[in-house]
C-alpha cells in the first residue's frame, strides 16, 4: 500500500493540527493504519494506531488525552487529530500501515509501509 501524509505545518503551543494520509493501491482496510514521530536526534516513536475496523485505537502515554486518530474507509485516509500541542510535540510525523488485523505492535519494523512523513512545528 502506498501511504501520503499531509497536514503539517508551524502552530504556537496550545493549539491544534490535523494530518491526514492517504492510502492507494492495495485494500485499506486490510491494515491497521499507525502514526510515528521522530524529533532531530531522536529515534522514531510510536504515537498511535488504529485497528481496520476504525474501533480500537492505541496511544503512547506522551500523546493520550490530546490526540485522536480516526479512519475514513470510503476514502481510503487515516487522521491525526492533535490538540494542545506542545513544543515537544514538534517532529516529523509519519504514517504507517500494518498488514493483519492485530494493533498490538508499537514498534517500527512491525509496519510495513510508510508515508513520506510531514513536519509539525510547535513554537512556544
Known amino acids: 500500500v502506498q501511504l501520503q501524509a499531509s497536514g503539517g505545518g508551524l502552530v504556537q503551543a496550545g493549539g491544534s493540527l490535523r494530518l491526514s494520509c492517504a492510502a492507494s493501491?492495495?485494500?485499506?482496510?486490510?491494515?491497521?493504519m499507525g502514526w510515528f514521530r521522530q524529533a532531530p536526534g531522536k529515534e522514531r516513536e510510536f504515537v498511535g494506531n488504529i485497528n481496520s475496523g476504525g474501533v480500537r485505537k492505541n496511544y503512547s502515554d506522551s500523546v493520550k488525552g490530546r490526540f485522536t486518530i480516526s479512519r475514513d474507509n470510503v476514502k481510503n485516509t487515516v487522521y491525526l487529530q492533535m490538540s494542545s500541542l506542545k513544543p515537544e510535540d514538534t517532529a516529523v510525523y509519519y504514517c504507517?500501515?500494518?498488514?493483519?488485523?492485530?494493533?498490538?505492535?508499537?514498534?517500527?519494523?512491525?509496519?510495513?509501509?510508510w508515508g513520506q512523513g510531514t513536519l509539525v512545528t510547535v513554537s512556544s
Open positions: 493501491g492495495r485494500p485499506f482496510t486490510n491494515y491497521v
Open positions: 504507517a500501515a500494518r498488514y493483519g488485523p492485530s494493533i498490538y505492535p508499537r514498534v517500527p519494523r512491525e509496519y510495513g509501509s
